[in-house]
Each structure stands twice: as structure tokens, then as C-alpha cells.
């Protein structure tokens, strides 16, 4: 079974909204990776020299980005978007998991103000 994604990750992802990342949910390791744009068109152009030459702390990224070039859509799933995530869907979501139905009542009570 693969791990589940944190919701604070999910939400960060749709906070920063960075154009200048690839972003993707990685189904193996539960975890939401970001590769740079430019990372990522070295990788799909195969300019292995421009690759090899990054600095150590990079080295991580571009081994996502090689995952990701390689992924068939299996591994990596797009995380949502600000149009996908709708607040008070989720809100109704949670709510209708409650077991304690008096609590659910006062969250229903309160959530139509």
C-alpha cells in the first residue's frame, strides 16, 4: 500500500504555486517533490554534462527529475491545485466522519454562518 500524503504537505504545495517547479506527489515514499524547470529540461534533453556538474546539495533533485522523465504514471500523480481543493467539501468530508453526532451537529450548526 503506498503512504498517504500529509495534508499540511498538500496545502504548502497550494500556497506556493511556484511556476518555477515541477511538483509532483510521489505515490512510493508518501512525500511531494519538487524539481527546478530548468532541472528538469536538462533532464528530458539529455545535456548530461550541465547534470553532472551540479553542486552536491542539488544532486538529490536531479535524481527526482531523472524518476520523474522515466515515470510511466505510476510513481508521480500532479497534487491538486488551487481550483481543485474546494474548503468546505472537505469541511462536509470531515464532518460526516465524526462519530460523536452531537459534535458533528454543532460543526454542521456553525459551518452555515
Given at each position: 500500500?503506498?503512504?498517504?500524503?500529509?495534508?499540511?504537505?498538500?496545502?504548502?504545495?497550494?500556497?506556493?504555486?511556484?511556476?518555477?517547479?515541477?511538483?509532483?506527489?510521489?505515490?512510493?515514499?508518501?512525500?511531494i517533490?519538487?524539481?527546478?524547470?530548468?532541472?528538469?529540461?536538462?533532464?528530458?534533453?539529455?545535456?548530461?554534462?550541465?547534470?553532472?556538474?551540479?553542486?552536491?546539495?542539488?544532486?538529490?533533485?536531479?535524481?527526482?527529475?531523472?524518476?520523474?522523465?522515466?515515470?510511466?504514471?505510476?510513481?508521480?500523480?500532479?497534487?491538486?491545485?488551487?481550483?481543485?481543493?474546494?474548503?468546505?467539501?472537505q469541511?462536509?468530508?470531515?464532518?460526516?466522519?465524526?462519530?460523536?453526532?452531537?459534535?458533528?451537529d454543532?460543526?454542521?450548526?456553525?459551518?452555515?454562518?
Amino acid at each position: 500500500m503506498n503512504p498517504p500524503a500529509k495534508l499540511s504537505d498538500l496545502i504548502e504545495v497550494l500556497l506556493l504555486d511556484d511556476p518555477e517547479h515541477v511538483t509532483r506527489f510521489d505515490r512510493h515514499t508518501g512525500r511531494i517533490v519538487s524539481v527546478e524547470r530548468s532541472i528538469m529540461s536538462d533532464v528530458e534533453e539529455g545535456a548530461e554534462d550541465s547534470l553532472t556538474n551540479v553542486p552536491d546539495w542539488q544532486k538529490e533533485e536531479v535524481e527526482v527529475a531523472r524518476a520523474l522523465w522515466e515515470d510511466a504514471g505510476e510513481r508521480f500523480l500532479d497534487p491538486p491545485d488551487k481550483f481543485d481543493f474546494n474548503e468546505y467539501r472537505q469541511m462536509e468530508r470531515f464532518i460526516g466522519t465524526l462519530s460523536d453526532e452531537g459534535i458533528a451537529d454543532q460543526l454542521w450548526l456553525y459551518s452555515d454562518n
